[in-house]
């Protein structure tokens, strides 16, 4: 299944790729649903600073930042510094996971930030494919969202 999201974001891209590939930023994203934490060892890294094409170790995802319920063994498969990320990993409840985020200026402070989700889901969890992708779909929305908030205020 493949989700696309899009936004505007008010601040230069420079200031948007610096947000976006910190954990802080992530997770200011993901809350307060989840969070998701970085692996032992990885706890200094950024999305541009892991190795491209190795995976670094699963990082936990916690409903409400408490509840471990999944885990993104991560792996940057492509980098393009301060312009995007192509994220493939596996996941407990995924066979594969494939998160593509782009920047890309609007003129001189604005951003355009777009997430292309692809995932499929493992063998006993299929039938949930439609449910997660509304899911997925709804939480990209609201890391959006959140980060259009941040640069708003």
Sequence with gaps: MIVERRSVIDAPTD???ARVVTPEGINDELRPWMTMS????????TVDTVPVG????????????IL??????????ELFPGRGFDEQS?????????????????GDAKTVVRDRLTFEMRAPLR???????????????????RLRRHFAS
């Excluded at 190795?54 to 930042?65: E, K, N, Q, S, V």
């Design 38 to 45: 970085m692996p032992r060892g990885a706890k200094d890294l």
């Design 54 to 65: 190795t995976p670094i170790g699963r990082c936990w995802m916690r409903l409400f930042g």
């Design 127 to 145: 039938v949930l494919t439609p449910i997660i992708g509304i899911g997925i779909r709804a939480l990209f929305g609201h890391r959006q969202r």
């Design 15 to 17: 200031r948007v790729w």
């Design 68 to 77: 471990p319920f999944d885990y993104d063994n991560l792996m940057i498969a």
């Design 90 to 106: 596996t996941m407990m409840s995924m066979r594969s996971w494939r998160h593509e985020r782009t920047l890309e200026p609007a």
